[in-house]
């Protein structure tokens, strides 16, 4: 059982009596807070020890519910838009409210029905949760090696890359001209650290470092599809994306390396294993 109740996350309290609204959990501090009745089940029995997830209702007093939500607090989620008011915006995040983004913690414009990576933040003055685009990650990175393997969140383009939050918490980059698939605003990717600067930010790969070159992946694309392929200089970068996983320029370097290599045949429709 948690000592104090904390809103915007997890907690560990036990069940303590029965109410017509529902049932009260109470913490190790004896702090109470309803579970209303469309979260209790039969199995639900006083002294037992139940985790639920705690924020407010519209009249600001604490409420528990068994359900899950997108995001806890502090961390980041790409969020839909689901309402517009003049001094914000809402946002779902998987639970019975809605959560609002006011207008000073916006940087872009918000439209109903967009999607927008925000952090789930916690209001001191009002013990309220809000979500936010407007937050700060952690420079602060040298415990990381090349290759270590991390969770990013794209979060925003930039004409060097897109900046991602690494494992909840750092600062990152991937460069434009090091992603050889379609990436989007919001994706949430396995990634690997390339280089941890001195800045405190890091460097992102979506590909593990020096595992594999491009010509041995193309190669053995076209190996385990049977030895070839209807694929030519000329064929389109999004089919060439799609299978091959990286660029057109890329993929045209590598079939002329393979063809110098003598480990393919191009014809006039398709490419072949030698």
Do not use: H
């Given at each position: 059982?948690?000592?104090?109740?904390?809103?915007?996350?997890?907690?560990?309290?036990?069940?303590?009596?029965?109410?017509?609204?529902?049932?009260?959990?109470?913490?190790?501090?004896?702090?109470?807070?309803?579970?209303?009745?469309?979260?209790?089940?039969?199995?639900?029995?006083?002294?037992?020890?139940?985790e639920v997830f705690i924020y407010t209702d519209s009249e600001d007093r604490l409420v528990a519910t068994t359900l899950k939500p997108y995001l806890l607090l502090n961390e980041f989620a790409c969020l839909e838009i689901v309402d517009m008011a003049k001094f914000g915006a809402f946002v779902d995040i998987g639970l019975p409210k809605d959560i609002l983004v006011p207008k000073n913690r916006q940087r872009s414009s918000f439209h109903k029905g967009s999607h927008k990576v925000l952090q789930l933040q916690l209001d001191d003055k009002t013990n309220r949760l809000l979500a936010s685009e407007k937050f700060e990650l952690v420079k602060v990175?040298?415990?990381?090696?090349?290759?270590?393997?991390?969770?990013?969140?794209?979060?925003?383009?930039?004409?060097?890359?897109?900046?991602?939050?690494?494992?909840?918490?750092?600062?990152?980059l991937i460069y434009h001209n090091e992603i050889f698939s379609k990436i989007n605003i919001g994706d949430r990717k396995k990634a690997y650290v390339k280089l941890p600067r001195?800045?405190?930010?890091?460097?992102?790969s979506l590909q593990k470092l020096g595992v594999k070159e491009k010509n041995d992946t193309v190669l053995d694309i076209l190996i385990k599809n049977g030895g070839k392929l209807d694929f030519t200089y000329k064929s389109s970068a999004e089919d060439i994306n799609d299978v091959f996983g990286i660029s057109k320029k890329s993929f045209k370097a590598t079939l002329t390396k393979l063809l110098n290599e003598d480990k393919i045949i191009l014809d006039e429709d398709s490419i072949r294993v030698k």
């Open positions: 059982m948690d000592k104090t109740i904390q809103v915007g996350r997890l907690n560990n309290l036990k069940i303590n009596r029965v109410s017509e609204p529902g049932i009260y959990l109470i913490s190790e501090d004896e702090t109470e807070v309803l579970l209303p009745n469309a979260y209790v089940n039969k199995d639900m029995q006083i002294g037992n020890d139940l990175a040298k415990q990381f090696n090349k290759n270590d393997e991390v969770e990013i969140l794209i979060y925003s383009k930039t004409p060097l890359g897109f900046k991602v939050i690494v494992n909840n918490t750092y600062e990152g001195e800045d405190g930010k890091l460097d992102i």
